[in-house]
């Protein structure tokens, strides 16, 4: 078969329905711009990775009108066979649960001498755009039909929405109820499913609750209005909705937020709890509302280059240490869709010239991390070869004319300092305990090591301050976690590497000054300088607390050492405690202190501190 689209405008098909009679629909609205999630609308069907029927085939006056779905694509396409030449087929695509819809999408004819056709592919979700859609396959040939509309219902994993809030395995009111002219409005929550529903009580009949259901964290809900809306029986003080899920893994939608609003019989106005994110875990949850920031057209975390580098190690390092296997679609995509060039102004202010490659070294050398965690979870070798890209991109500006060593922070060679270095010695061991036979990475990093040791940049304290001096000494600035998460992960991976003993007592020494320097914490708690006071961290250092505790549970796990782990523990419960929100936002400061922003950064270093915490002995 052949497909060719036809432009047709929908007003002129909306009158030709009514008046027939053949289909009894509201009226639908105009077709959007085409949309990307995993691809764009109008992708060939020969590209799909998955073709399945999920909804019945329908005959028009002995034609068969068929609903394609490719899950893996999150798209759909529609089929006409046993036509003649003029009979068509079209998509409908809506956002609001079939009230309304984007008609004739793909809208293609039977030419002549065929007896079939079919349409292009349409994206069935939009993650970016945080919507769920519906979608259905219609056909014209002396009448119109259309297919069911696909994915009615949301489901994870076994638990679809409509199910008996009987069945759930937890209850648990993790908001206030809601007042409304003496009746309680409350929202359940199965946590561990993630299912919720809503009930109304001391009530009369007619009162109603229902749940609403949000992707974007209650800014919006357009499918997600009057689930399971149910009214209170004659006889009746109270009553309950159905289940419904909060994750929408076939959508690429996670993260759902759901409230439980009512009405009472005779008053219009109703009254809501607040919004709420399930939490199955700690870090189930945190992962859940990391990725509802995701893009998954463009493959990566809006606006910061290195920092979604540090996110997708997250993602990768959450997949590691708890089993799931929620967002493993999301590490191909990220390399798939950022490998390449990118002009200036498109993943940053500098242009990435292909390798996750530029001007900036360290922000080359965190790709080469996200993509050795990347090799580690999936075995797949493309992603150890573009570390080791990445890798001799890095060992390009190892320069022993100025100070004897150090990797410049920049290709102008303007400052050498600790992240650069630190991520250099952690990449040369790494890369030398993944390669069979390899002895040149292993030089370089006990020259690293070396160097790093003799620098200067650990002071008496333990500590690492930030860089060199241009006369090479330590130039006493800010002492960052991260900084000095890198070199307890890299001496504990040169340990690891070689059996000696002065890796993993240097190591040590780090992390015991870490853990218990004013410097570096307060109260017990992981605290940055500019989590102090009024003052607030910029996006680069939002990330930071996360990267150190990722480097850790490394040493962590390599020592058993039982006050590493307390200190593990006590920042994931602070975290959970103080720095979280009713949608499991977690901010930057894990003490709860203002002011204390939120956004994806800090979710991905607050990630990082829970997944380790998961991954403790103990730990469920």
Same mark, same amino acid.
């Given at each position: ?357 530029? @001007?900036?070294?360290? %922000?080359?050398? #965190?790709? &080469?991390? =996200?993509?050795? !965690? /990347?090799?580690? $979870? ?55 305990? @993944?390669?069979?036979? %390899?002895?040149? #990475?292993? &030089?370089? =990093?006990?020259? !690293? /090591?070396?160097? $790093? ?55 040590? @020494? ?111």
């Amino acid at each position: 078969m052949s497909a060719r689209t036809h432009p047709v405008i929908g007003a002129l098909l909306a009158l030709f329905l009514a008046v027939s009679g053949l289909v009894a629909l509201p009226a639908p609205s105009h077709a959007a711009t085409p949309l990307c999630a995993l691809a764009c609308d109008t992708l060939d069907p020969s590209k799909a990775r998955q073709d399945a029927f999920p909804v019945p085939d329908r005959n028009i006056n002995g034609r068969i009108l068929r609903l394609h779905v490719s899950d893996p694509d999150t798209m759909a396409w529609a089929s006409i066979d046993r036509g003649v030449s003029g009979d068509s087929v079209w998509l409908d695509r809506s956002w609001d649960r079939g009230a309304t819809w984007e008609p004739l999408l793909g809208k293609a004819s039977v030419p002549g001498m065929w007896t079939g056709t079919r349409t292009l592919m349409y994206n069935i979700s939009d993650p970016v755009a945080h919507r769920r859609g519906w979608i259905r396959a219609c056909g014209d040939a002396a009448g119109v039909t259309c297919t069911d509309w696909v994915y009615p219902t949301v489901c994870d994993g076994s638990f679809c929405d409509g199910a008996d809030p009987a069945t759930a395995s937890g209850d648990d009111t993790p908001v206030p109820s809601a007042g409304l002219f003496g009746r309680a409005i409350s929202l359940h929550v199965d946590q561990r499913s993630g299912m919720a529903w809503g009930v109304i009580e001391s009530g009369g009949a007619g009162d109603e609750i229902w749940l609403d259901r949000s992707w974007d964290g209650g800014t919006s809900w357009p499918e997600g209005s009057s689930l399971g809306r149910t009214s209170v029986r004659s006889g009746a003080a109270s009553a309950r909705t159905a289940l419904f899920a909060t994750r929408d893994p076939r959508g690429l939608l996670y993260g759902g937020a759901v409230r439980a609003c009512g009405r009472e019989a005779s008053h219009q106005q109703g009254g809501c709890t607040a919004w709420v994110r399930p939490a199955p875990t700690r870090a189930r949850a945190a992962a859940d509302a990391l990725m509802a920031s995701y893009h998954p057209g463009e493959g990566w975390w809006r606006s910061s280059w290195w920092n979604s580098a540090v996110a997708i190690t997250s993602v990768v390092d959450f997949a590691e240490r708890t089993g799931r296997h929620d967002y493993d679609w999301a590490i191909a995509r990220t390399f798939e869709q950022n490998r390449g060039v990118f002009p200036a102004g498109a993943r940053g202010s500098d242009p990435v010239e292909g390798h996750f490659i530029s @001007r900036a070294v360290d %922000d080359a050398a #965190w790709w &080469a991390v =996200a993509w050795l !965690a /990347a090799y580690d $979870y999936t075995g797949e070798r493309r992603y150890l070869d573009e570390a080791v890209t990445i890798a001799s991109y890095v060992h390009q500006h190892w320069d022993t004319g100025t100070c004897g060593g150090g990797v410049w922070w920049d290709r102008e060679h303007t400052y050498k300092n600790a992240v650069t270095s630190g991520l250099y010695l952690w990449l040369t061991v790494s890369l030398h305990e @993944r390669l069979g036979g %390899d002895t040149v #990475w292993g &030089a370089r =990093a006990a020259t !690293a /090591a070396d160097w $790093y040791l003799a620098s200067g940049m650990i002071n008496s304290a333990g500590l690492v301050n930030d860089g060199l001096t241009s006369g090479c000494g330590n130039n006493g600035q800010t002492v960052w976690s991260y900084n000095q998460g890198l070199a307890i992960g890299a001496f504990t991976q040169l340990w690891r590497s070689t059996g000696s003993g002065r890796y993993l007592d240097t190591a040590r @020494r780090l992390a015991d000054a870490a853990i218990s320097s004013p410097a570096l914490t307060e109260g017990g708690v992981l605290t940055e300088s500019c989590d102090v006071g009024t003052r607030s961290c910029d996006d680069n250092q939002k990330q930071f607390k996360g990267i150190f505790m990722r480097h850790l549970a490394d040493v962590a796990d390599a020592t058993g050492s039982a006050s590493y782990q307390a200190f593990i523990r006590k920042q994931a419960d602070s975290i959970w405690a103080t720095d979280r929100d009713s949608l499991n936002r977690l901010g930057q400061r894990w003490s709860g202190t203002s002011p204390n922003a939120a956004d994806w950064r800090t979710q991905a270093g607050a990630l990082e501190a829970l997944t380790a915490a998961a991954g403790l002995p103990g730990s469920g």
